[in-house]
């Protein structure tokens, strides 16, 4: 049990925290300081809030196994942890209809330039082989934004698993024992 808890926190904190600075680099595309690219979207506020989510989740379950006893701890693992898994899936989603999508950026194509997401200008789902630099500014971007997504959709994932082995765990006992704090800790 002992090492369940702890390395279910630490990888919640661990993902969780990848999972917020995903979506704080995707603010500033290709690590750029041009503000017309710059924008909150659901794209980068997704990575943020879920990862928010497990950091939290994982730091009560770190520290609701140092302090076994205390109950309302493990009350509050159990509810950032269903909230957790509610968000797994919405943040599997976004990222993979942002892969879909393409980047948004200043492109040109076929002597047409604009500024839109490439999903809308070339097809959809944009196919970033075919295409490798249309978007002209910023640079690179197509390879950017896909391995960002691909990121967030690992991450989603494993976040995903992790929290529900917790929630499974803590409801296996809850049935067992009547409540979610288990016999205090042997440390």
Same mark, same amino acid.
């Given at each position: 049990m002992k090492g369940l808890y702890q390395a279910a926190g630490r990888t919640l904190v661990t993902l969780g925290g990848l999972s917020i600075f995903s979506g704080a680099i995707a603010f500033f595309p290709v690590f750029s300081c041009k503000l017309w690219y710059t924008? &909150?979207? %659901? &794209?980068?506020a997704c990575p943020i809030w879920n990862g928010a989510l497990a950091v939290t989740a994982g730091s009560l379950v770190l520290l609701a196994h140092r302090e076994w006893t205390q109950r309302h701890l493990w009350e509050a693992v159990f509810t950032f942890v269903i909230l957790s898994i509610l968000g797994c899936p919405l943040h599997f989603t976004v990222a993979l209809q942002s892969a879909l999508l393409g980047p948004y950026c200043f492109y040109s194509f076929s002597g047409v330039a604009g500024t839109n997401y490439l999903g809308y200008v %070339?097809? *959809? +789902? *944009? +196919?970033y082989t075919k295409f490798p630099s249309v978007c002209v500014d910023p640079l690179h971007y197509e390879e950017y934004h896909l391995t960002l997504q691909v990121l967030d959709l690992c991450l989603s994932l494993i976040l995903f698993c992790v929290s529900l082995a917790v929630f499974i765990k803590l409801s296996a006992r809850l049935m067992q024992t009547g409540y979610i704090n288990g016999p205090e800790n042997p440390q």
């Open positions: 924008g &909150w979207s %659901v &794209w980068i %070339v097809t *959809f +789902p *944009f +196919p």
